[in-house]
């Protein structure tokens, strides 16, 4: 008898398999802003279901995709589903997502060129109510035209604009505004039409753009990608560029002058002298170098604050802004030169645009200071003095505009001109406005900058109850956390991935990790501005575990933990280099933040990872879409 149940199912099997397959399946894609979405359709015979991707072990095959390799764009490897539905299967003891009729899988992919291909291989199985099928192997392409190519300035729009800024706030310093006239009628006076006068104008512009930028990729070369990154977390990098940020407030405000060697200068007007173009180009090197002492804590900044920032050729950008702004009014004045005539005279409004440059460069020294102290967990400078202090140069800075006060180099105040009285106004109220912030007000104009609100003598202000950041287990006891706990804007958190994927186990909910850093800017203006809005805060209290990891904390693992990564072959001797090792080899990424949700059973996201995004309700669908996937 069993011999021939036997042969019948064998039987059975080839009848089957000789009938064409249950599921068709189609491939499409959809171009968005900044991506391609390719989605795969199964059409479903009636009668027939076929598995989600979800399916543990023990059960049948689940659908899965596996992408060919290749440099034309990167994905994160996720493929999210349309709704299953989900019923118990006796033959497998389990319950099963399935789906019937259809069902439609969807990547999200990056390019890196317009046009190409997306191939692979799908495996799937089948079944009806009698049987299986075995598990089908299908190859898929799908053939991309006129793909959104992101372009190498993606996401460096602020730094180039920062530069821009200091490129204008340089020509107003004393050692490049009056050269402006100077050398406008040099080439008008020098070329025998106005055509090669703004040609040589243009040329000394362009040799300006090449100078500087030189500089910043030089700075690139020299540090590389991975050392750029580590600066904005690297409390010893951060003390010496406030100590350098120090040292430049105190060169604008007059105690001294920054100047290159004199000889350097010589050879370069000797160079400038002999014409053509070369003699251009030594031209403008030659205005590089003599106007250094105003431009050089002004480029300094920008190079430190694009260098920080992790990207390899932000400071290329950051230059190429800053000498942007410096050429064009060259260009401009040479083709236009009656628009000379319509310049303010040298005076002593020069130094006071210098000097009030050199008060925000102090502002901006107390950043980095702040960073150092964070990373070393030093608590010297937290939220109230950090407010306090800025507070300070701001109503410093409208006192010394207002004439309350005169440095130095400053000439005698008769009068207030209204641009002078527009800024000081604009400086006054900057400071009422971030007075309120000592005691726990929100300050969202600079998010961001100062100390997160849990770095504070006073939990979120001088008059506030003190956080509960802590978790609470579902029988009411508190878990504690082995290294620290850090957690923003009085959410319950866990600072270590392995103990809250413990309690995410015991209450069931899906997990999500916080690559974070003392340091990181981003994250601040995240917690401020996203994370504190109400459908945001929500759901990262009550949907997710949340588990922030700071790549930066400085705080060493027991000796036992202590290890050399196979991987990288570095010293893992403290906490953040644990985190910032476990997002590197787990999810290919080194900045931050990242925000990335997870089941329980391995570090597979749920859904496409996000990063920083101001944008609230892009925030909660994001947020929705992982709960959901982990349901």
């Not at 319950?95 to 990547?107: E, I, M, V």
């Not at 400086?427 to 309120?436: A, D, K, N, S």
């Not at 329980?600 to 996201?605: E, N, R, S």
Request: aromatic share 14%; with cysteine; hydrophobic share 45%.
């Amino acid at each position: 008898m069993k011999r021939i149940l036997t042969g019948f199912f064998t039987l059975l099997a080839v009848v089957l398999f000789a009938q064409p397959q249950p599921v068709k399946w189609t491939t499409t894609y959809k171009i968005t802003d900044d991506a391609v979405q390719v989605t795969i359709h199964a059409d479903i015979e009636e009668g027939w279901h076929l598995y989600s991707q979800n399916i543990e072990d023990g059960g049948p095959i689940p659908t899965s995709f596996h992408l060919d390799s290749t440099s034309s764009y990167t994905t994160s490897g996720i493929w999210m589903e349309s709704e299953s539905h989900v019923e118990f299967d006796s033959n497998f003891d389990m319950d099963l997502a399935y789906f019937s009729n259809s069902a439609d899988f969807t990547a999200n992919l990056e390019p890196s060129v317009a046009d190409f291909v997306v191939s692979g291989e799908l495996e799937f199985m089948v079944c009806n109510d009698v049987m299986c099928l075995p598990p089908t192997f299908i190859d898929f392409n799908v053939e991309v035209m006129d793909a959104p190519v992101p372009s190498i300035f993606k996401g460096l729009g602020t730094t180039f604009w920062l530069g821009m800024l200091g490129g204008f706030a340089a020509l107003l310093m004393p050692c490049i505004f009056p050269m402006i006239p100077l050398t406008v009628s040099f080439f008008t006076k020098q070329s025998k039409t106005k055509a090669e006068g703004i040609f040589k104008a243009s040329l000394y512009g362009l040799g300006i753009i090449v100078i500087y930028v030189g500089l910043g990729l030089a700075v690139s070369l020299i540090f590389g990608a991975d050392s750029l990154n580590k600066m904005a977390t690297n409390p010893w990098f951060n003390l010496a560029f406030f100590v350098l940020f120090v040292v430049f407030a105190a060169s604008f405000f007059g105690a001294f002058e920054i100047t290159l060697p004199s000889s350097w200068v010589n050879k370069a007007d000797d160079a400038s002298s002999n014409g053509g173009l070369l003699g251009i180009f030594f031209m403008a090197f030659t205005l590089s170098l003599v106007s250094f002492s105003c431009t050089g804590p002004i480029i300094g900044s920008l190079l430190v604050e694009a260098a920080s920032k992790g990207s390899l050729i932000g400071p290329a950008v950051g230059m190429f802004g800053f000498a942007l702004a410096l050429a064009i009014p060259f260009t401009l004045f040479a083709a236009f030169p009656g628009w000379l005539n319509s310049l303010p005279s040298s005076g002593g409004w020069l130094n006071t645009v210098k000097v009030t440059l050199g008060f925000l460069e102090l502002a901006f020294a107390l950043k980095f200071l702040s960073t150092a102290d964070l990373v070393w967990q030093s608590h010297l400078l937290e939220r109230e003095m950090f407010i306090a202090i800025w507070v300070a140069i701001a109503f410093m800075t409208a006192l010394y505009l207002l004439g309350a006060f005169r440095l130095p180099l400053d000439s005698p105040v008769q009068t207030i001109g209204v641009g002078r009285l527009s800024v000081a106004i604009v400086f006054m109220v900057m400071g009422f406005y971030m007075l309120p912030g000592i005691f726990g007000a929100p300050v969202k104009l600079i998010a961001g900058f100062p100390p997160p609100e849990h770095y504070a003598e006073s939990k979120n202000g001088a008059y506030a109850q003190p956080l509960m950041s802590s978790v609470s287990a579902v029988d009411g006891t508190v878990s504690e956390v082995s290294y620290g706990n850090h957690c923003p804007n009085d959410l319950p958190c866990f600072n270590n991935y392995e103990e809250g994927l413990a309690y995410a186990k015991e209450v069931g909910k899906p997990i999500m990790l916080d690559f974070t850093g003392w340091g990181c800017v981003n994250c601040r203006k995240m917690e401020e501005n996203v994370w504190k809005d109400d459908g945001v805060h929500q759901r990262l209290r009550d949907n997710v575990v949340l588990i922030s990891l700071y790549v930066d904390e400085r705080t060493d693992l027991p000796k036992g933990e202590q290890y050399v990564s196979e991987i990288t072959g570095r010293k893992i001797k403290n906490i953040g280099n644990k985190w910032s090792e476990f997002q590197e080899v787990n999810f290919k990424e080194v900045s931050q933040p990242l925000y990335v949700i997870l089941g329980h059973d391995d570090l597979t996201p749920l859904v496409e990872k996000n990063a920083y995004n101001l944008d609230v309700e892009d925030y909660i669908d994001w947020l929705d879409r992982g709960v959901a996937a982990f349901k």
